[in-house]
């Protein structure tokens, strides 16, 4: 299955490139996402939570960075998980690229996965529907941490002299704390109920032909009792 998202951001396409492929950036804006551990600087392991109306899944697993193009600003990502609480499974590979849009970088994420376990039974239609909704909060929290301005360097430290033996240095800011898992990506009752009706409505392939069809044969079999009773009645006052 495959699935096209986009959003635009108001920044710079190689500062949104470089943000993109920092994986403690992406964590940090995907709802429900939690980073593990850092293989390497393309390997990584997390869980992620998933909410789909009634059904919350929770997956573990291990995501790599296959490819990279810094000119193109293009990045294959491939990712594997598994259901921590049953025997469901989950892999993707998503391409990513970042283009110039007028005074905008365009983000194009082309994913194509495949699921098996209790979110399969959703089909293609609602799948759709969490992928556009998890993408769309992402986005959010990604426009809102690039389109201020870039972050300036730290001022060198007032009150030292040239020529002095000694220097006052700035002073280091203490390491930010790891973000906290957000809340899992969720698709409202509302939307749910949308996706559902939908869904089956596109697997619901009924011709004119068909619908003519099944109204002739109803009449007619209303017609056909209509004489059976009629010719019981005779039956019963002739006898």
Same mark, same amino acid.
Do not use: W
């Given at each position: 299955?495959?699935?096209? /998202?986009?959003?635009?951001?108001?920044?710079?396409?190689?500062?949104?490139?470089?943000?993109?492929?920092?994986? /403690? /950036?992406?964590?940090?804006?995907?709802?429900?996402?939690?980073?593990?551990?850092?293989?390497?600087?393309?390997?990584?392991?997390?869980?992620?939570?998933?909410?789909?109306? !009634?059904?919350?899944?929770?997956?573990?697993?291990?995501?790599?960075?296959?490819?990279?193009?810094?000119?193109?600003?293009?990045?294959?990502?491939?990712?594997?998980?598994?259901?921590?609480?049953?025997?469901?499974?989950?892999? =993707?590979? *998503?391409?990513? %690229?970042?283009?110039?849009?007028?005074?905008?970088?365009?983000?194009?994420?082309?994913?194509?996965?495949?699921?098996?376990?209790?979110?399969?039974?959703?089909?293609?239609?609602?799948?759709?529907?969490?992928?556009?909704?998890?993408?769309?909060?992402?986005?959010?929290?990604?426009?809102?941490?690039?389109?201020?301005?870039? !972050?300036?360097? *730290?001022? =060198?430290?007032?009150?030292?002299? *040239?020529?002095?033996?000694?220097? *006052?240095?700035?002073?280091?800011?203490?390491?930010?704390? =790891? !973000?906290? !898992?957000?809340?899992? %990506?969720?698709?409202?009752?509302?939307?749910?109920?949308?996706?559902?009706?939908?869904?089956?409505?596109?697997?619901?392939?009924?011709?004119?032909?068909?619908?003519? %069809?099944?109204?002739?044969?109803?009449?007619?079999?209303?017609?056909?009792? +209509?004489?059976? +009773?009629? @010719?019981?009645?005779? @039956?019963?006052? /002739?006898?």
């Amino acid at each position: 299955m495959q699935i096209e /998202n986009s959003f635009a951001v108001k920044a710079e396409p190689d500062r949104v490139y470089e943000f993109l492929l920092d994986v /403690n /950036n992406v964590v940090s804006c995907v709802p429900g996402a939690e980073l593990s551990e850092v293989v390497d600087p393309n390997t990584f392991k997390g869980k992620v939570r998933i909410k789909v109306g !009634p059904v919350t899944v929770n997956y573990n697993g291990t995501a790599r960075i296959t490819s990279r193009d810094a000119e193109t600003r293009t990045a294959t990502l491939e990712a594997e998980g598994r259901e921590t609480t049953g025997s469901g499974t989950a892999q =993707a590979t *998503t391409i990513m %690229a970042v283009a110039a849009d007028g005074e905008t970088s365009k983000v194009t994420l082309t994913t194509d996965f495949t699921v098996v376990g209790r979110i399969a039974q959703f089909g293609r239609g609602i799948m759709e529907d969490v992928s556009r909704h998890l993408v769309g909060q992402a986005a959010e929290c990604i426009q809102s941490k690039l389109e201020g301005p870039p !972050p300036s360097a *730290t001022p =060198a430290a007032e009150g030292s002299s *040239t020529g002095s033996n000694s220097a *006052t240095s700035a002073p280091r800011s203490a390491p930010s704390p =790891a !973000p906290a !898992p957000s809340e899992p %990506a969720s698709l409202d009752a509302l939307a749910l109920g949308r996706a559902v009706a939908r869904e089956r409505i596109s697997r619901m392939k009924v011709r004119p032909q068909m619908i003519a %069809a099944a109204f002739a044969g109803l009449i007619s079999l209303l017609l056909l009792r +209509r004489v059976r +009773r009629s @010719r019981r009645r005779r @039956r019963e006052a /002739n006898g």
